[in-house]
């Protein structure tokens, strides 16, 4: 009756996915995996397989260099390199199975191969960060011309503040934009508000700052005319450069006076007739 009135419980261990292939650790020991494995299977195809001369194996190695500089970085060129030129020595300069080189013009030629793949290597990556910098300028003045075009089409002062924050979170893929006016101490925002957000703080961020503020989460953009603050612009989680962050500023900001001036203009008209 004891065992009849227990309670059966059935335990389960806890399942554990280990995503290895996925995790941000195990990218660079793969990166290091496959590139001296390239390098190892270029010395086997030619010691082994393709018996040819030493400027065609140096050339293939340069060429391997070349590519690993371009697609991964400058640091696994480099190490590669230094592996391909003790390679190169042993397997292929004479006498072929050791580190000596009998001839001095051979000492010659691995130093032009080092010298010259590092040089490479080097000129690779700084193409490849020039491109990537050349991408990041195209992405900011697509988000400039799409703000632009966002808030110069606004004809009122109501629907153009409300809509700053989500244009401006949208287009510069972040996770809070708030938007704080001086003027009536109004405050519009968007994305992820579940943080505490303080109003005398930003009353003192508004009348106080003079330009773009990174912080390590948090980006502060002043809204102002001339000298004269007007409010300010906080995003979180947004990764713009100091130039675009006080393009946008200077947008939203002339936006405003061009609403404002609007409002004006279809008040004196009426008032006139």
């Known amino acids: 009756c004891l065992e009849a009135s227990l309670p059966v419980i059935f335990y389960s261990p806890p399942r554990r996915t280990i995503s290895f292939m996925h995790s941000r650790r195990s990218i660079p020991v793969i990166r290091w995996l496959l590139a001296f494995g390239a390098l190892a299977g270029v010395v086997l195809v030619y010691r082994r397989w393709l018996h040819v001369n030493t400027t065609t194996v140096a050339l293939t190695l340069l060429l391997l260099i070349l590519i690993l500089a371009a697609e991964w970085g400058l640091r696994y060129a480099v190490l590669v390199a230094i592996a391909a030129t003790v390679l190169y020595n042993y397997y292929f300069l004479s006498p072929v199975g050791t580190f000596t080189i009998s001839d001095p013009q051979n000492w010659l030629a691995l130093l032009a191969f080092l010298v010259t793949a590092i040089i490479a290597s080097r000129l690779s990556q700084r193409a490849r960060n020039e491109a ?142």
């Open 132 to 273: 990537i910098e050349a991408r990041a300028r195209q992405r900011e003045l697509e988000i400039l011309f799409r703000l632009s075009r966002e808030f110069l089409q606004s004809e009122d002062a109501g629907s153009l503040l409300a809509n700053v924050p989500s244009a401006v979170l949208d287009v510069a893929t972040a996770k809070t934009a708030m938007l704080y006016l001086l003027q009536g101490d109004r405050l519009y925002q968007a994305g992820d508000t579940a943080s505490e957000i303080e109003l005398p703080h930003l009353y003192q961020l508004a009348s106080t700052l003079t330009d773009v503020r990174d912080d390590i989460s948090e980006l502060d953009i002043p809204i102002r005319t001339g000298v004269r603050p007007k409010g300010v612009l906080v995003l979180r989680g947004a990764s713009l450069s100091k130039a675009t962050a006080q393009a946008i500023g200077s947008l939203i900001s002339i936006s405003m006076e061009r609403v404002q001036a609007l409002e004006s203009i279809a008040h004196s008209e009426a008032a006139k007739e």
